[in-house]
């Protein structure tokens, strides 16, 4: 079942994000993915990352769609023109990946450093624009995605966050993930309002950040987090058992208020967070039932493209990216300019 299906059917839903910088490879990628995948119900990538393996994260998203678990994508404004996002939307698109997260800045909720540092890009406002165009078959064929975006309770004050939930339920988000929650006070919060009916919050909770997080938490809100809870969190933090344990009472705590947690740790902090917070009746299978499946074939080729159509498609995405220049788009596409053009006219790409 499908991440969309889960959530209109009001299911709790599990998800996990991976850091690609932690991996040697797509396949070490893969592996943890399959092993994870019993537990969860789909996986965020951050688009900005930049990794060393020689693939993209889109590429390596469409990969672990293999898993048999759903693919969060993270777009970040901030690092695109609206013809560059125009054009990993489509991209993402003809992968198979119909879940996209967007977000105008890098947050410290994905914990690593992507691509667009220090740039200027789109706002949230035009990002919903772009994929909404695309939605209403205005710019391509009619493409339909599950659209998220990210609630930082870190980087502005309480106030501004709930403004920012409301702007982006009425521009179209239908799932909100958020910085660490250890409150349903927060949730009860931003759910108050009329818009947040047919929406729904994912939690995050992360083992790695969660003195810092109740910290700023508590900066924003002294209501929400008790000295008491404070002074326990931090006499533990280098004791993961017994961490594990306090968040998954808090996991009970705000279970009720929430649709789901994005547990963001290792393999093993997982599986005992599920065990201790009591969500292991959501195990769908056994990670030894992870194998290959011939009718896996159809997400691989949802697009119904051959080989040779998916590189003439993406080799003309990029060159009109570049306005028809070949030697840009040719150091974009990792080939000879010499390559680039055999290809041109052997697919007759004229621009």
């Known amino acids: 079942m499908s991440l969309e299906e889960e959530l209109k059917k009001d299911n709790f839903v599990i998800t996990t994000q991976i850091n690609l910088n932690q991996f040697k490879s797509p396949g070490d990628v893969l592996k943890y993915a399959e092993s994870v995948s019993p537990f969860v119900d789909?996986?965020?990538?951050?688009?900005?990352?930049?990794?060393?393996?020689?693939?993209s994260s889109l590429a390596i998203s469409h990969i672990l769609k293999d898993t048999g678990v759903d693919i969060i994508f993270n777009f970040c404004g901030n690092s695109h023109s609206k013809r560059k996002m125009s054009s990993l939307v489509t991209t993402s698109w003809f992968l198979g990946i119909r879940n996209l997260c967007i977000s105008e800045n890098n947050t410290h909720l994905f914990n690593y450093k992507g691509d667009s540092e220090g740039k200027k890009g789109i706002s949230v406002d035009e990002m919903h624009s772009v994929i909404?165009?695309?939605?209403?078959?205005k710019a391509h064929d009619k493409m339909e995605f599950l659209i998220g975006s990210i609630i930082d309770f870190e980087e502005k004050p309480f106030e501004a966050t709930i403004r920012h939930f409301e702007r982006d339920i009425k521009i179209g988000a239908t799932f909100f993930l958020t910085s660490p929650v250890y409150s349903s006070k927060i949730i009860n919060s931003l759910t108050a309002t009329g818009l947040a009916k047919k929406v729904k919050?994912?939690?995050?909770?992360?083992?790695?950040r969660t003195v810092h997080e109740l910290e700023a938490l508590r900066k924003h809100d002294e209501r929400i987090v008790s000295d008491?809870?404070?002074?326990?969190?931090?006499k533990i933090r280098n004791n993961e058992e017994k961490m594990l344990k306090c968040l998954a009472l808090m996991m009970?705590?705000?279970?009720?208020?929430?649709?789901?947690?994005?547990?963001?740790g290792t393999k093993n902090q997982i599986i005992k967070l599920f065990k201790l917070a009591g969500?292991?009746?959501?195990?769908?299978?056994?990670?030894s039932s992870v194998s290959f499946?011939?009718?896996?074939?159809?997400?691989?080729?949802?697009?119904?493209?051959?080989?040779?159509?998916?590189?003439?498609?993406?080799?003309?995405?990029?060159l009109k990216t570049t306005s028809g220049n070949r030697c840009k788009a040719a150091e974009l596409l990792g080939i000879h300019r010499n390559t680039l053009m055999r290809k041109c006219d052997e697919y007759n790409i004229k621009l």
Do not use: C, H, W
């Open 132 to 137: 909404n165009s695309m939605s209403a078959g």
């Open 252 to 264: 009970r705590n705000i279970k009720s208020s929430v649709a789901g947690f994005n547990i963001v």
């Open 279 to 287: 969500l292991k009746s959501r195990l769908k299978k056994n990670v």
């Open 228 to 234: 008491k809870l404070l002074k326990e969190i931090k």
């Open 201 to 208: 919050v994912i939690a995050n909770i992360n083992p790695s």
């Open 42 to 55: 789909a996986i965020i990538i951050n688009e900005n990352l930049t990794t060393d393996m020689g693939m």
């Open 293 to 318: 499946n011939p009718q896996r074939l159809n997400q691989v080729l949802e697009a119904r493209l051959t080989l040779r159509e998916f590189e003439k498609a993406y080799i003309m995405r990029v």
